[in-house]
């Protein structure tokens, strides 16, 4: 068996894109709301599905579709915490509750969601343009992934570095506490980082559609790899969750060739990311956030 190892990077990087723009708001709401939100799955959901009603049904392409779906969701997200986990944080819930609470949450998101839109597979009709550069096989979708997942690294990055509130997102994620006694709102700085972290789940929803197909389930189908990213790049941890993501799309797109050497079938990748979390929690259970500055 021919393997064209080019091509297999190249699918890393566009699979790492995906599990990056997704990851990074699930791995600061982790961090700063201390407990996983299972939700953020109904959250990529829901944008992909507010991204199909903008880009097919209104007919105003994928661009209007990727901020209308960033700022939608992102209300979404936002009143999730301050209509119910932020009450339970505030009268005693364990990370038990929160999590049995996130995962109540989603079944309720999943099925309005089935309920208002429809539990058939939908597609995007847009024609992407396919082209080859050298041995690599690329999709004009595929760059703008590739383009959509850096330019948001590049922004998040200076948000969190430069500006106020990112000092505030990176004080708060440390130590709550000193960030309070600091006079940093703890409250609205939590709040905004939901905002923002459904936002971003809502733009690797509609790259995830785009992609595939928009169905009730499609944030189920990524959420576990994504739980990964944030759990190897250390939870919180920005930076850490930007390498963890290319280090589970290169491990999952060569995991794809031995299963297929193997005789199996290629659905068996989403062990991929389960062994590496499994791998991380017992060996290094603070994951890369050692190399990495916290943010």
């Known amino acids: 068996m021919t393997i064209n190892w080019a091509q297999i990077l190249f699918n890393s990087v566009v699979t790492g894109s995906l599990y990056l723009i997704g990851a990074v708001g699930l791995t600061l709401t982790y961090g700063l709301s201390n407990f996983p939100n299972f939700a953020h799955a109904e959250l990529i959901t829901l944008g992909a ?47 038990i ?51 959509t997942a850096l330019a948001l690294a590049v922004i998040m ?19 709550p506490e000193l960030a309070l ?12 980082t939901w905002f923002i972290g459904a936002g971003l789940a809502a733009i690797a929803g509609i790259f995830r559609g785009a992609d595939t197909q928009i169905w009730p389930m499609t944030g189920w189908d990524i959420i576990l790899p994504m739980f990964a990213v944030a759990i190897l790049g250390g939870i919180g941890n920005f930076y ?24 199996l079938s290629t659905t ?5 990311a389960f062994l590496i979390l499994i791998i991380t929690l017992i060996v290094k259970p603070q994951g890369l956030a050692m190399l990495f500055r916290r943010a």
């Not at 209007?64 to 932020?86: D, E, H, P």
């Not at 339970?88 to 819930?93: D, F, I, N, P």
């Not at 006694?181 to 905004?192: C, E, K």
């Not at 850490?240 to 005789?263: K, P, Q």
């Open 49 to 95: 599905f507010i991204g199909y009603f903008v880009a097919e049904q209104l007919g105003l392409g994928l661009p209007a579709a990727l901020i209308v779906a960033f700022l939608v969701t992102g209300i979404v997200g936002f009143l999730c915490y301050r209509g119910i986990f932020q009450p339970l944080a505030k009268r005693g819930a364990t990370i």
């Open 97 to 147: 509750h929160l999590m049995v609470a996130s995962i109540a949450l989603g079944f309720i998101l999943r099925h309005s969601i089935g309920g208002i839109w429809t539990w058939r597979p939908l597609y995007f009709t847009t024609i992407w343009a396919t082209f080859d550069i050298g041995p690599l096989r690329v999709t004009g979708l595929w760059l703008w992934l590739i383009f």
């Open 157 to 175: 990055h200076f948000i969190l570095v430069r500006t106020k509130i990112g000092k505030a997102i990176r004080a708060t994620s440390s130590n």
């Open 181 to 192: 006694a600091s006079g940093i709102s703890v409250d609205r700085i939590i709040w905004l």
């Open 240 to 263: 850490g969750a930007i390498a963890a993501a290319f280090i589970i799309g290169l491990a999952e797109n060569i995991g794809v060739v031995g299963l297929i050497a193997l005789g």
């Open 268 to 272: 068996y990748r989403i062990g991929i």
